[in-house]
């Protein structure tokens, strides 16, 4: 075997080895995920569990406010970040003891489920569909450095660049 054939299966393994890795630990998280706690049962039957606790407390308005804020999800990882955010705000709302499951909780419990560095994306499509974000601004600048106006031009920043 020829010397660049030899370097083309060591550098082809190479790779399959990296983005095997990688697909192992997604698929490690998930099972992680789905193993019992040491207090009880697994994230993934917390999660279901509340959703369904909270199922009459969804209105249609709600679920598809909800729908709206996960639709710039890619699709393949949609309906995971949508599970995980429905038990956020099942959460909230089953503590708080709300007899229906308004807006304001909806946006609250995806703020609070969205890691951090998602936050730039939410404003913008908060803006989006005509939702103030400022009464969040303590979620989502926790250090209480935006102000106001510059959560606003903020949003009017991402449209710039979006259009």
């Known amino acids: 075997m020829s010397a660049w054939a030899q370097w083309l299966v060591i550098g082809w393994s190479a790779l399959m080895i990296v983005f095997l890795s990688i697909g192992g630990f997604f698929m490690f998280r998930k099972f992680l995920f789905s193993m019992p706690r040491v ?25 598809r406010l909800l729908n709206a804020l996960v639709a710039p999800v890619p699709s393949l990882f949609r309906a995971a970040a949508k599970e995980a955010i429905a038990a956020k705000i099942a959460e909230l709302a089953l503590e708080r003891g709300l007899s229906s499951i308004d807006p304001a909780t909806i946006v609250e419990g995806y703020i609070r489920a969205t890691p951090r560095q ?22 989502l ?4 450095r935006w102000t106001k106006a510059e959560l606003k031009a903020r949003s009017k920043q991402s449209d710039r660049t979006r259009g």
Do not use: F, M, N
């Open 39 to 63: 207090d009880g049962p697994s994230v993934l039957e917390r999660r279901r569990a509340l959703i369904e606790q909270s199922l009459p407390l969804w209105t249609d308005e709600g679920k």
């Open 118 to 139: 998602d936050h730039r994306h939410l404003i913008r499509r908060l803006h989006e569909l005509g939702i103030d974000a400022s009464p969040y601004r303590a979620l």
């Open 141 to 144: 600048d926790p250090s209480g």
